[in-house]
């Protein structure tokens, strides 16, 4: 009876996604060409060109570069280097794209939870002052999506007002603790064609269900609103198949 050991297993081959060759492209037309904070990379229309791929996926890199806080993709000036490219490895980007994407089932769920009882509570204990609130962080998103942004803003001031209006000291630290992660997905969720547009009119829902006092409807409306902006294409790609 043979005692020698049976070959090694063989790993799974992690297939690198269009997106994420895309972004070791651009880190490298950054480190070449010295580009620092401040300086803006060529229009995504030149880019998308040079580098031989559509438009959409050229988005979705940047996106996952603006997400990782290496560049700031702004309305009318395009993307802005916002920190200095040092590191060689290239490799080290990828991977934490691929962890960013690989928590994003999380963040989302964890928003689920804590934003549909928040937005219960805030339609039981909502005062005057809290609808004022509410509406300026409608008002401000309306006019940065009327001006072509994308209303990150706005956004953001519309759950910090509603999770106000809870007034529940643990649940609003609980939000705390994971607004920078709630950043990153409100950046690639805003940056998905026709949603700034749709987040705003889902916004409106919560806030009217806040207003008429409705903690059912309220829960309702915020967890069709976190379904609906958890549709990103960052957790609908997939490696080719072969």
């Not at 609130?133 to 509603?162: K, N, S, W, Y």
């Amino acid at each position: 009876m043979s005692s020698a050991a049976g070959p090694a297993p063989v790993g799974r081959v992690t297939r690198t996604r269009l997106y994420e060759q895309i972004v070791q492209q651009l880190v490298q037309h950054i480190r070449a060409a010295g580009l620092g904070p401040g300086d803006r990379l060529p229009p995504e229309r030149e880019l998308a060109a040079s580098l031989g791929v559509s438009r959409a996926t050229l988005a979705q890199a940047l996106v996952a570069l603006e997400v990782l806080g290496t560049i700031s993709v702004r309305h009318g000036e395009g993307a802005v280097i916002v920190t200095r490219v040092t590191s060689p490895d290239d490799d080290a980007l990828v991977r934490a794209v691929r962890e960013h994407r690989s928590t994003m089932p999380d963040i989302i769920d964890a928003r689920s939870a804590l934003e549909t009882r928040i937005a219960a509570l805030a339609a039981e204990r909502r005062t005057e002052e809290d609808l004022r609130r509410i509406d300026d962080a409608l008002t401000l998103m309306a006019a940065q999506v009327q001006e072509g942004e994308r209303g990150l803003e706005g956004d953001q001031a519309f759950h910090e007002a509603v999770t106000e209006a809870a007034r529940s000291g643990v649940l609003a630290r609980l939000m705390r603790e994971i607004a920078a992660l709630i950043r990153e997905t409100r950046i690639e969720s805003l940056s998905t064609p026709g949603r700034p547009q749709d987040s705003l009119a889902s916004h409106r829902e919560i806030a009217e269900a806040i207003r008429a006092q409705d903690p059912r409807a309220a829960a309702r409306a915020m967890e069709d609103h976190i379904t609906l902006v958890s549709d990103v294409a960052l957790l609908r790609d997939h490696p080719d198949p072969g």
